[in-house]
């Protein structure tokens, strides 16, 4: 069983920054897998934020976050990372990490694994 951990979450005030990083156990398969951010706050559903394509490194961003977050890869390290620049508190959800094989895609229900989620809270 694939696992993804993700670090990195936290309380910050309006403005700041946090780095999100996520680890997958399984290399090979996140070295062919597209991997993304979601998150959620509660009562909603689960919302897309960035993801990234295993090979030629594409990306795609959710508009609201364009310029301020970026996602890259590290393969050798088999870690994902989400920098998250001037944050808001509309920022503020359970950001996940997912991973979704052969695909390129920002469709939650096409991603095969995810991670537990870590709380990241922007104080106003």
């Known amino acids: 069983q694939v696992q993804l951990v993700e670090s990195g979450g936290g309380l910050v005030q309006a403005g700041d920054s946090l780095n999100l990083s996520c680890v997958a156990s399984?290399?090979?398969?996140?070295?062919?897998?597209?991997m993304g951010w979601f998150r959620q706050v509660p009562g909603k559903e689960r919302e897309f934020v960035a993801a990234?394509?295993?090979?030629?490194?594409?990306?795609l961003m959710k508009d609201s976050v364009k310029g301020r977050f970026t996602i890259s890869r590290d393969n050798a390290k088999s870690t994902v990372y989400l920098r998250m620049n001037s944050l808001q508190p509309a920022d503020t959800a359970v950001y996940y990490c997912?991973?979704?094989?052969?695909?390129?895609?920002?469709?939650?229900?096409?991603?095969?694994?995810w991670g537990p989620g870590t709380q990241v809270t922007v104080a106003s």
């Open positions: 997912a991973a979704a094989r052969g695909r390129f895609t920002s469709t939650a229900n096409q991603y095969d694994y």
């Open positions: 399984d290399i090979t398969l996140f070295s062919s897998s597209t």
């Open positions: 990234i394509r295993w090979s030629v490194r594409a990306t």
